[in-house]
């Protein structure tokens, strides 16, 4: 019985060994490609942070990660020093940098948008230049415009959608030179799915922010002679 206890034990502590031997390995491998990299520390969440929570409630939901310079979002934060009393403006996912732009005070920032009637959630990962800078927010209303080009080398440009709600918004990944841009969640017909989906996968897309006031009439598929005539 004894001799049983005492192999748990062994087998235990070298288990133990195992997953520390795993981490500092890994940690040194991350270390070694950032290896001649200009690096900038920044925070990010580690797990995921909802709207409105509490800049006090933060402190165990994100750490000081090393990025190469090139993917540092604008206004990246290291520090929460100075935004006491704020909360955050958007959902937040595992890698997500801290940007000045997602912290605001409560009174300002809209709650969880649901997905109405009829409609359903759509998520794709966009440009920040090509999504208002990462602007829009949970509640906002955006256009989408499409371009693709023809078989004849024909390049189009068409205004298919407006007005589409936002549900969530999550800027930047940190992590590597690879760092994936926004991810922007929206509430679509199952035809303005197949719409941003199409463009997604065969041309390149654009987003603005839109609001109540915004004009929408006028627009019409564009080729190059109507840009410079």
Known sequence: MKKQVIALVVAGVLALLAVCALVIYAKGAQDRALEGTETVEVLAATEDIAVKTPVADLADKVELVKVPKSVVLDGAISSLDDFSGQVTSVALVPGDQLADSKLAQPDSVKGAVA???????????????????????????????????LS?????????????????????V????????????????????????????????????????????????LTYKDVAP
Do not use: C, Y
């Not at 004849?152 to 930047?172: H, M, Q």
């Not at 799915?193 to 065969?202: C, G, V, Y």
């Open 115 to 149: 997905v109405p009637d009829g409609k359903q959630e759509l998520s794709i990962e966009i440009a920040g230049e090509r999504f208002v800078g990462g602007a829009p927010k949970a509640g906002d209303e955006v256009g989408v415009f499409s371009s693709f080009t």
């Open 152 to 172: 004849d080398g024909t390049k189009l440009t068409s205004n298919p959608i407006n007005r589409l709600l936002v549900l969530k918004v999550n800027n930047g």
């Open 174 to 221: 940190a992590g590597s030179e690879e760092a994936a841009g926004t991810i922007v969640t929206v509430a679509v017909t199952t035809k303005q799915a197949e719409q941003i989906i199409h463009t997604r996968e065969f041309g390149t897309i654009w987003m603005t922010l839109q609001n109540d006031k915004t004009d929408t009439d006028g627009g019409k598929t």
